[in-house]
């Protein structure tokens, strides 16, 4: 069973930036196109951002298009999600998502 790991979640003001990564446990991610989600309170699980097996292609939600950048390194087997720009409405919980596995979640908190 594939066991992703996410981490980077906190506080950060409005116009802040994150950095979350998520690694995996006894499984080579480079194998494995790889997805950001997020939930916030009261809404539905969605689609933030994803990337290809080798990081060739990418592809972000129209909400965060232009403020967050997926990337990977598969020499340290951790994928990233880079959030610049940070708004409040970008606050909720963060998984990571690959071949049905989802992660436990980063929280993500916008807030001046």
């Known amino acids: 069973q594939l066991q992703l790991v996410e981490s980077g979640g906190g506080l950060a003001h409005p116009g802040g930036s994150l950095r979350l990564s998520c690694a995996a446990a006894?499984?080579?991610?480079?194998?494995?196109?790889i997805g950001w989600f997020r939930q916030a309170p009261g809404r539905e699980r969605e689609a933030v951002s994803c990337?290809?097996?080798?990081?060739?292609?990418?592809n972000n939600a129209d909400s965060v298009k232009g403020r967050f950048t997926i990337s990977r390194d598969n020499a340290k087997n951790t994928v990233y999600l880079q959030m610049n720009s940070l708004k409040p409405e970008d606050t909720a919980v963060y998984y990571c998502?690959?071949?049905?596995?989802w992660g436990q979640g980063t929280q993500v908190t916008v807030s001046s």
């Open positions: 998502w690959s071949t049905g596995f």
């Open positions: 006894r499984y080579t991610l480079e194998y494995y196109a």
């Open positions: 990337i290809s097996r080798d990081g060739g292609s990418t």
